[in-house]
């Protein structure tokens, strides 16, 4: 049975990590790389040029138009494209972020081009992907609309806060309780919810559309 070739993008203002990315992607049979480009306003130029891919792989910080507003673009105008965003650190916040502006999920710069090849075909597949910080229950609860979690009226608000940008200790200041007590919702979450970090709480919050942003 012949497998769907998936075609990819990849858009990062560094050009030997793009064109390296772009040339281990082609090594694989199931891709196929449409075009590259260096920021935002490149490719939204090569989407007029060329067929839009499945997934476009996107770097967070680049000039000119950056991942966040490609990405707030893409959801907008083209949101059958799905993105995948690259990122150097596990940056908490920078994630969420990218995810609010419509990312469905990010891999690690320093990935394994295997890897790589593994979270392109689950975002195109499922429609999300968050590396090992995230387990199947969540890949499952998006695909099939699961979203029945016996969650709290107090870990409701306490996943409502995660979706900010403040810290642990803001969140305890605006439920008025301890921070032990927050850390006490938390890992009532990440138990009920089978996840293990907090960008993992926030897309699942935004794939459950439980608020709005």
């Known amino acids: 049975m012949e497998t769907e070739t998936i075609q990819i993008a990849i858009?990062?203002?560094?050009?030997?990590?793009?064109?390296?990315?772009?040339?281990?992607?082609?090594?694989?049979?199931?891709?196929?790389?449409?075009f590259e480009a260096e920021n935002g306003v490149q490719m939204q130029e090569a989407l007029a040029k060329y067929s839009a891919p499945d997934v476009i792989l996107m770097d967070i910080n680049m000039p000119v138009m950056d991942g966040y507003e490609a990405t707030a673009w893409l959801k907008k105008n083209?949101?059958?494209?799905?993105?995948?965003?690259?990122?150097?650190?596990?940056d908490d916040q920078a994630v969420i972020k990218m995810i609010k502006c419509g990312a469905c999920g990010y891999v690690l710069k320093e990935s394994k081009p295997r890897d790589l090849l593994e979270a392109?075909?689950?975002?195109?597949?499922?429609?999300?992907y968050i590396n090992d910080m995230v387990s199947g229950k969540l890949v499952?609860?998006?695909?099939d609309g699961d979203n029945g979690a016996d969650i709290s009226k107090k870990e409701m608000e306490f996943l409502k806060y995660c979706c900010s940008e403040l810290t642990y200790k803001e969140i305890a200041d605006k439920m008025f309780v301890s921070p032990r007590?927050?850390?006490?919702?938390?890992?009532?979450?990440?138990?009920?919810?089978?996840?293990?970090?907090?960008?993992?709480?926030v897309l699942y919050a935004i794939q459950n559309q439980y608020f709005k942003f």
């Open 120 to 128: 392109i075909k689950t975002i195109h597949a499922k429609g999300v």
């Open 11 to 34: 858009v990062d203002d560094h050009t030997l990590f793009r064109n390296g990315v772009a040339s281990l992607m082609r090594e694989f049979d199931d891709l196929q790389v449409v």
């Open 78 to 90: 083209r949101p059958d494209v799905k993105v995948l965003a690259l990122s150097m650190f596990e």
């Open 140 to 143: 499952r609860s998006v695909a």
């Open 181 to 201: 007590t927050v850390d006490n919702y938390r890992e009532a979450l990440f138990l009920k919810l089978n996840l293990k970090s907090r960008t993992g709480l």
